[in-house]
């Protein structure tokens, strides 16, 4: 969908390893987001990048750390995975237009065992 | 914490009934998003309003925004089986280049 990938689609990991989750995009956008979605919260922002190196925290930033060393991909690590951290995360790009929305990835669903 | 508050956060209706689900916020917002996102599935932009008072129409879905731009709402007429998922507002925060969502409101249809 518009160019935003996202890997793996799912993930089953033990509490306590790291996981790093990808974010690809094809169309040179400066904005990428990652956000969790949980029942009851909605979508809640986890980190964002306003360009290569440039990154600032989101709301529910703790326990993750997240990295842009090119305009296209954009990672999301979990340092030592907890089981708070079981979740559906999406990845999402901002377009230049005015009035357009952000576009999102299909997810990633991560379980934490 | 969360600055955009969404009300219900459930609704079951019959199809052929109308919906409306509303966004509220304590501080004055310079637009507002709409997406849905349908089950298994990923937000996907509906609209967005910037004006005070802006009504905008997409065939059976009426979205409005607040005079004082603190609210808004997303009505769907007749509501078909299509329309099964969930709708979420989201709002860019003032001065701030993220986006930041209400908890949505999860709409199912009896056939």
């Known amino acids: 969908d518009a160019g935003i990938t996202q890997s793996p689609r799912h993930k089953v990991t033990e509490t306590g390893t790291p996981v790093t989750l990808r974010c690809h995009q094809t169309?040179?956008?400066?904005?990428m987001y990652w956000y969790r979605q949980d029942p009851g919260h909605g979508l809640r922002l986890i980190h964002y990048?306003?360009?290569?190196?440039?990154?600032d925290k989101g709301e529910v930033s703790d326990g993750y750390s997240v990295s842009r060393s090119k305009t296209e991909d954009f990672l999301l690590t979990l340092e030592s995975a907890t089981s708070s951290q079981t979740s559906v995360y999406f990845c999402?790009?901002?377009?230049?237009?005015?009035?357009?929305?952000?576009?999102f990835g299909s997810g990633t669903r991560l379980t934490v065992v | 914490g969360q600055q955009v508050m969404q009300i219900p956060q459930y609704q079951h209706v019959q199809e052929g009934e109308d919906f409306t689900t509303y966004c509220n916020s304590s501080t004055t917002l310079s637009n507002i998003q709409w997406y849905k996102q349908r089950p298994g599935g990923h937000p996907v932009f509906l609209i967005q309003?910037?004006?005070?008072?802006e009504v905008k129409k997409q065939k059976r879905l009426t979205f409005q925004f607040g005079e004082a731009k603190k609210n808004s709402s997303l009505h769907i007429t007749a509501t078909q089986t299509t329309d099964v998922g969930t709708y979420f507002c989201?709002?860019?925060?003032?001065?701030?280049?993220?986006?930041?969502f209400g908890q949505g409101t999860r709409l199912t249809i009896n056939p």
């Open positions: 999402a790009i901002r377009p230049t237009g005015i009035v357009d929305g952000y576009t």
């Open positions: 309003l910037v004006k005070s008072g």
């Open positions: 169309e040179n956008h400066r904005y």
């Open positions: 990048s306003y360009g290569v190196k440039d990154t």
């Open positions: 989201a709002a860019i925060i003032q001065g701030a280049q993220k986006l930041v």
